[in-house]
């Protein structure tokens, strides 16, 4: 870009593109690295960033698209061991660490150099001392058991880990996350190593959803969306505002506009007070969305707003609320039990007489189901895991929607779900709740959040913002996600 | 025909059939009724108290009811004390061996859920409570089963033990409330995934609580029979059911991993495992032979049957 660049890139990656299946990940990324350059990387849940990260660690192979080291094309052979033996390391956003050995233990197996007698010594050398550089006054024992380590200790220590060199020099760090188990002083601390180890020459890929961290510590900033890098430029022409702005889409014009209703007098059928400000209540036939960044709290609130209706002990005939799963393989299928089984386990109570299960009644409800939501199988007593994930996770919402419950609560069920059903379950659900039932909805996609009547934005375990009616739009919901602290 | 070779629990039958043909075919045919009559009465016993831990191990991984052994000499123990060989204490010896069985089973629950003890480790300490307290209650005196109870253990019915009609009652009841039943529905789902069994609706502790109920209370009950068969209960009259309550739920082709349950298996599988010993008895083998062989079978069954995909 710039004449006064003569150094080749440490890395780059061209064109880059990348699908899970029907996912399009990567639509053709033009990503770079220079020697000596900080560069932030910023999008929403889902813009691509993670896998963008994974071609660059070798983790994964572009589809399509080249990847370069130092200006040489290396696309074919590149691979996490290539990554590593052009100095290039990583901090994953899922701590990597093994749990059952010490610090010292865990230095030694990124650096395989160091072996033979007294390796406990020099590795344990190496990693005190990067422990001390990056984070003085850290109080960390390396020879402390990872399990016995809290968790903003273990980030240290793998951020330590990364910045160690032993037989190779340490040329790019990508940071996935890395101040996310920080507090203030820690991460500052982090900030001020990674503007130090720029300036000897090193490079270094920050990903963040604290903006301002972000705009402190970048030289450069590159904003991604839907799998494309949208902007890139220098840090100093972004504010955090306008960073926002890069990563929402325009707002879309709504189907009708969405008055607020006043509920003034109305009885709410779900309340719960939370420890931050703002309370949770969702009033007969709302549909209420649970938005903010993934991860912050909105599955564990919507499980224990379904755990706090009981039903442990004794089965709920009349049961209040009723699941969908979003993580159908650990919160729904039954992988054994045949697609009728799967769809009717809620609803069952209702089909039971003197504790035997009426077939006959269940095959209707199924059948009733399918043809409704439009399950794509001949027999329902296939195997549920012969459907396809979308046609699976309807199953799932028929479970849900078989009941009488007046509360349904859905944790991002939509995964995987193309986007003709999608359209196919907003009408269900519109039509359910214009009969008064009413549905929690977690969702990291904003075109669903932005269907909902009224919406609570979760950051970091609890409620930050309460958007109703017009208010209800993608910017507002990501200025309250994104946490404007100082770093 | 296709459709019955898919069962998973046909081949415990096939496998208890040759057995029997090889045994039979050894003695020249000579011991064919008795022979028959011997592995009904004795499979009946390992039927009951394999109804209660197929039960307990189709809850998922980890489930399995060790304290079966106790359960069952406990409950004999107290049932013939309580009767002291009066026929007309019949009925209130039964009240005591179910008493005892529920009894053991929510205490092993208790532990289970209250001090979140793994249902191994909680099974196996209150096996030794109960036996101990089998042992207190007992003093070593052996009490002989009323008149009419022993009669009633050791005798046929057209040619039928009566032992394993009960044992035929129970299992049509057992396979009722598994197939037919809300309940059955319940314990295969939590035995595939509780947290998503849970979030369905499930009520999960209500269904493990009864399963550990039930599972107890058979064993009492197989106690009480088989106390009543051999005239009078002794101390360690369970131990041998331990593994061969586990070892007919795997052979009878339920799911180890839990979610499966079936239980005609149980029966194929408690044949088979009384025939392999009385053909090994023929052939003249040694009790170390025999205990050998059993195992090799069991490892066996367990390894053909990882490989089948589930039904």
């Known amino acids: ?487 | 025909m296709r459709a019955i070779l898919a069962k998973p629990w046909v081949w415990s039958f096939f496998a208890a059939g040759g057995v029997w043909l090889v045994t039979i075919m050894f003695t020249g045919g000579a011991s064919t009724l008795g022979l028959s009559q011997a592995a009904l009465t004795f499979a009946a016993f390992s039927i009951i108290v394999g109804l209660g831990q197929m039960f307990v191990i189709t809850l998922g991984p980890g489930n399995v009811d060790l304290s079966i052994p106790a359960t069952m000499t406990l409950a004999g123990t107290a049932a013939l004390k309580v009767m002291d060989t009066s026929d007309g204490m019949v009925l209130a010896g039964i009240a005591v061996a179910l008493a005892v069985g529920i009894t053991i089973g929510v205490f092993n629950y208790a532990l289970i859920k209250l001090l979140r003890i793994p249902p191994i480790i909680a099974t196996l300490s209150s096996s030794f409570i109960v036996q101990s307290a089998a042992i207190w209650y007992n003093r070593g005196i052996r009490i002989k089963p009323p008149d009419v109870l022993s009669q009633f253990a050791t005798a046929s019915t057209f040619g039928v033990p009566n032992v394993a009609i009960v044992a035929l009652v129970i299992s049509a009841l057992a396979w009722v409330i598994l197939e037919k039943g809300i309940y059955g529905r319940w314990v295969s789902a939590i035995g595939q995934n509780m947290r998503a069994a849970r979030l369905a609706g499930v009520p999960v502790d209500g269904t493990r609580f009864a399963t550990y109920v039930l599972c107890a209370v058979l064993a009492a009950l197989a106690g009480f029979l088989l106390s009543c068969f051999s005239g009078g209960a002794a101390l360690n009259m369970g131990a041998e059911y331990l593994l061969t309550s586990i070892a007919v739920v795997v052979i009878g082709g339920t799911a180890v991993a839990g979610g499966f349950a079936n239980v005609p298996g149980i029966w194929g599988a408690s044949l088979f495992l009384f025939l392999v010993v009385s053909m090994l008895n023929t052939y003249g083998a040694s009790a170390g032979v025999r205990m050998l062989f059993t195992g090799v079978i069991i490892i066996g069954v367990v390894v053909a049957a990882s490989r089948k995909p589930a039904a």
């Open chain 1, 1 to 487: 870009m710039e004449a006064t660049a003569p150094l080749a890139d440490v890395l780059a990656v061209n064109g880059a593109e990348k699908s899970f299946g029907a996912v399009r990940a990567l639509a053709g990324v033009d990503f770079f690295v220079r020697p000596g350059e900080c560069v932030g990387l910023v999008g929403h849940n889902g813009a691509g960033k993670s896998t963008l990260v994974n071609i660059i660690t070798g983790g994964a192979r572009p589809d399509a698209g080249k990847v370069l080291v130092d200006g040489r094309d290396e696309t074919a052979s590149y691979g996490i061991a290539t990554a590593r033996a052009n100095g290039l390391r990583c901090v994953f956003q899922e701590l990597s660490l093994c749990p059952n050995l010490t610090v010292t233990e865990n230095a030694r197996i990124t650096h395989r150099s160091i072996s033979g007698f007294g390796w406990r010594v020099r590795a344990e050398a190496l990693i005190r001392q990067k422990l001390d550089e990056v984070f003085p006054g850290h109080g960390i024992d390396s020879r402390a058991m990872i399990a016995t380590l809290s968790i903003a200790e273990r980030q240290m220590v793998e951020i330590a880990t990364a910045f160690s060199e032993s037989d190779r020099k340490v040329r790019l760090v990508v940071l996935d996350e890395p101040t996310s188990s920080l507090d203030a002083s820690l991460a500052r601390q982090l900030l001020a190593y990674v503007r130090k180890f720029v300036a000897s020459g090193g490079s270094v890929v920050i990903i963040s959803h604290i903006l301002g961290e972000i705009l402190s510590t970048a030289d450069r900033v590159v904003v991604m969306k839907d799998g494309r890098v949208v902007a890139d430029r220098s840090a100093a022409d972004f504010t955090v505002d306008s960073l926002v702005a890069a990563m929402g889409s325009v707002v879309r014009a709504r189907d009708a506009a969405l008055a607020a209703h006043d509920y003034t007098g109305v009885r709410p059928v779900l309340k719960r007070s939370s420890q931050g400000a703002i309370d949770f209540v969702a009033y007969p036939g709302e549909i209420v969305g649970l938005a903010g960044l993934g991860g912050h709290g909105q599955t564990d609130m919507l499980v224990s707003l379904y755990l706090a209706e009981g039903g442990d002990w004794i089965s709920r005939k009349d049961g209040k609320v009723a699941f969908v799963a979003g993580d159908r393989h650990v919160d729904g299928n039954l992988p054994l039990w045949s697609i009728l089984k799967n769809l009717t386990l809620t609803v069952l109570p209702d089909l039971t007489r003197m504790g035997l299960v009426h077939t006959g009644e269940e095959a209707n409800v199924a059948k009733k189901w399918r043809d409704r939501i439009e399950v794509r199988t001949q027999n329902l007593d296939n195997p549920i895991l012969s459907l396809s994930g979308g046609n699976q996770q309807k199953v799932l919402f028929a479970r849900a929607l078989a009941t009488r419950a007046p509360v349904v609560l859905m944790d991002d069920p939509m995964r995987g779900v193309d986007i003709g059903t999608k359209q196919e379950v907003y009408a269900i659900l519109r039509s359910e709740a214009a009969k008064g039932r009413t549905f929690v909805w977690y969702s990291t996609e904003m075109e669903e959040v932005c269907q909902c009547d009224r919406v609570y934005v979760f950051r970091e375990g609890t409620i930050v913002a309460e958007l109703r009616g017009a208010d209800t739009t993608e910017e507002n919901i990501l200025s309250a996600s994104f946490s404007e602290r100082a770093a």
